[in-house]
């Protein structure tokens, strides 16, 4: 495999993946469940970490 795949490969695996702010896991976007607060999205693993970000956002940004 030539170098210029391997660096495309890795700039697409950077741009679609984030932490999950409740647990840390890092997790890809197209498959993560979402939500938005005040006009960012966030990303999240499961429902629970989902739901614990929902009840308190702040709690979890500050980190």
């Known amino acids: 495999m030539n ?4 660096a495309d490969e890795k700039k ?8 999950d702010y409740v647990c ?6 197209d ?5 938005e607060h005040d006009g960012k999205t ?3 693993c499961s429902k629970h970490c989902e739901e614990t970000f929902k009840k308190d956002p702040s ?3 500050k980190k």
Request: cysteine-free.
């Open 3 to 6: 170098s210029n795949v391997i």
């Open 12 to 19: 697409t695996a950077e741009k679609t993946t984030v932490k």
């Open 24 to 29: 840390g896991m890092v997790v890809n976007t």
């Open 31 to 35: 498959k993560a469940l979402k939500a």
């Open 42 to 44: 966030y990303y999240f």
């Open 59 to 61: 709690k979890y940004l």
